[in-house]
């Protein structure tokens, strides 16, 4: 399969690649480095050029969604709307865009993360959007043109990112990158939609 994993270099997308490195991969991000082509995707008419210059995909991965993270008290105009361009409006478009160049029956997997179903402080905005990732996910699917299908992987925080991340969240336990590549993997070589594929520990 043709697969797109747009923020391939991150942690997320690498955690992707793990479970799919065995496909015909393309990858992008924000910056393009160390990727194949450059896309942002807070930005419709960049997603655009993205698929005019890949052309046709069997299943399109979406590991982007940049969070604002501050108690909710002192949570900014400018930290909510960052958050909601990039995370939730962000991966809406690249389906609604990507959808013209996704083959019949191929597949969408968006990411959101585990802080809807177990918040933490300063996280609301994460929280927030992953909750609204996990419901769009949910419903579009009854709507998906020819065949194409549509998961979300919500994943728990990842032993690679704990550093980052572990001072947050105090008596979570982290899973490894390859544990939630096999979730996109299911995603994608399976037959399912509409589903929100949890890897907690
Ligand atoms: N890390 C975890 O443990 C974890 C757990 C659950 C959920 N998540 C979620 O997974 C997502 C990715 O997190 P991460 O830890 O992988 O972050 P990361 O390591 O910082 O990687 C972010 C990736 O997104 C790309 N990117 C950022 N803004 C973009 C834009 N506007 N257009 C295109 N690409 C963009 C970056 O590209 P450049 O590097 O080129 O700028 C990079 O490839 C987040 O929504 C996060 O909440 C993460």
Redesign the pocket.
């Known amino acids: 399969m043709k697969i797109l994993i ?8 690498q955690a992707a690649l793990k479970g799919l490195a065995h496909h015909d991969v393309v990858t992008a ?5 160390t ?1 194949d082509h450059q ?4 930005n419709t008419a960049s997603i655009r050029a993205l698929f005019e210059k890949v052309g046709q995909v069997d299943a399109v991965i979406c ?5 604002e993270y501050a108690p909710f008290v002192t949570m900014t105009d400018d930290q909510w709307r960052v958050t909601i361009e ?2 939730l409006l ?1 991966q809406i478009n690249l389906v609604r865009v990507g959808c013209d160049y996704v083959a019949d029956c191929g597949s969408f997997t968006l ?4 802080l809807n179903i177990k918040p933490v402080p300063e996280a609301i905005a ?1 929280a927030t959007t992953s909750g609204a990732i996990d419901t769009f996910v949910r419903c579009v699917a009854h709507e998906m043109p020819r065949g194409i299908r549509i998961n979300v992987v919500n ?4 032993e690679e ?1 704990w550093d980052v ?1 572990g001072a947050m969240m105090p008596g979570f336990e982290p899973v490894p990158g390859a544990l939630v590549g096999k979730a996109f993997q299911r995603s994608v070589e399976g037959f399912i939609s509409g589903e929100v594929l949890i890897v907690d520990a």
């Open positions: 747009v923020g391939a270099n991150g942690l997320m997308g991000s924000r910056s393009g480095s990727c896309v942002d995707i807070t590991a982007v969604g940049h969070c990039s995370k962000g990411i959101s993360g585990i994460d994943p728990t925080v990842l990112a991340y």
